[in-house]
């Protein structure tokens, strides 16, 4: 935290790229999908947005395919009894798994 002299506390971004490429290319991932030019420009606002579409879309193919290369397929999200789109789920209960 910093002081901007007004007599307020604000944060201060000091996120940088790790040289890692797999965290790195999802700094990327998430400063491109929120449209923004660079990682420290993401605000609450962005990463809420960016929760909200893995929360949608991961929970379904093609995307929850996708997880099993990173969390292996005995991952809790990636089991068949967590997909909403199942068949043979009624409208409630699709809504549920949502």
């Given at each position: 935290?910093?002081?901007s002299?007004?007599?307020s506390?604000?944060?201060?971004?000091?996120?940088?790229?790790?040289?890692?490429?797999?965290?790195?290319?999802?700094?990327?991932?998430?400063?491109?999908?929120?449209?923004?030019?660079?990682?420290?420009d993401?605000?609450?606002?962005?990463?809420?947005?960016?929760?909200?579409?893995?929360?949608?879309?991961?929970?379904?193919?093609?995307?929850r395919?996708f997880l099993?290369?990173?969390?292996?397929?005995?991952?809790w999200?990636?089991?068949?009894?967590?997909?909403?789109?199942?068949p043979?789920?009624?409208p409630?209960k699709?809504?549920?798994?949502?």
């Amino acid at each position: 935290m910093s002081d901007s002299g007004s007599g307020s506390t604000a944060m201060v971004h000091q996120i940088a790229y790790t040289g890692h490429p797999f965290v790195d290319v999802g700094f990327a991932t998430m400063v491109a999908f929120a449209n923004k030019r660079c990682f420290a420009d993401l605000d609450a606002n962005d990463f809420q947005q960016i929760a909200n579409y893995i929360e949608q879309n991961y929970v379904r193919q093609p995307l929850r395919s996708f997880l099993t290369m990173a969390f292996t397929s005995n991952a809790w999200f990636a089991q068949s009894a967590f997909n909403p789109d199942r068949p043979g789920l009624t409208p409630e209960k699709q809504a549920e798994a949502r």
